[in-house]
């Protein structure tokens, strides 16, 4: 919270993988952060349909103006 209220230059990056099938995914998105203050943005933030994995309230918002994004996608590759 607190790099965000310096709107700080942060990482945030989402995963996936498949142990069984050996593929998966990879993203990484740079920016500045910063707290969400406007109401409007708070009330439409909070309508999202998102699933928090952790337990406690969701009173604070933070964006990620994503100023550069990578990604890759891992798939299973076979020796001959």
Wanted: net charge negative; no cysteine; aromatic share 6%.
């Amino acid at each position: 919270m607190a790099a965000a209220t310096r709107r700080a230059i942060v990482a945030f990056e989402a995963d996936e993988f498949d142990p069984g099938m050996r593929t998966g995914w990879s993203v990484t998105a740079v920016g500045h952060a910063r707290a969400v203050t406007d109401p409007a943005e708070i009330v439409r933030l909070t309508e999202l349909p998102l699933s928090p994995w952790a337990p406690g309230s969701r009173d604070h918002y933070i964006v990620v103006d994503a100023e550069q994004m990578s990604g890759r996608r891992i798939t299973e590759t076979r020796s001959a």
